[in-house]
């Protein structure tokens, strides 16, 4: 089974750029659909962009133009650059990855990381 784990959340004000890594190990398929999900306190875990095996990506409205995320199959990593930051994406942040051929960022999924947070301030 492939181990997922996120790293460089942080503490930003409002308007700043984050880059979110999460680094895969044990079981890794190039096959991967890869995900980050996020959840406030008090809130449902989201969907906030995905990327298929062939590089196509879906992102969600709320993220659109802000967000992007990539994949280096070389270093086994995904990735997500946030740029324009509001206090709404203040959330945990989760990477997942699963084999499923529609690939799309919707519960359940295979495996997923422990989370980094991400706290947006004004």
């Known amino acids: 089974q492939v181990q997922l784990r996120e790293s460089g959340g942080s503490s930003v004000q409002s308007g700043g750029s984050l880059r979110l890594s999460c680094t895969a190990s044990?079981?890794?398929?190039?096959?991967?659909?890869l995900v980050w999900f996020r959840q406030a306190p008090g809130k449902e875990r989201e969907g906030v962009a995905a990327i298929a095996s062939d590089g196509t990506t879906i992102y969600a409205d709320f993220v659109k133009d802000r967000f992007t995320i990539s994949k280096d199959s070389t270093k086994n990593g995904l990735y997500l650059q946030m740029n324009s930051l509001k206090p709404e994406d203040t959330a945990m942040y989760y990477c997942?990855?699963?084999?499923?051929?529609?690939?799309?960022?919707?519960?359940?999924?295979?495996?997923w990381g422990q989370g980094t947070q991400v706290t947006v301030s004004s």
């Open positions: 997942a990855a699963d084999l499923r051929h529609r690939c799309i960022a919707t519960l359940p999924f295979r495996a």
């Open positions: 044990g079981y890794v398929s190039s096959r991967y659909c």
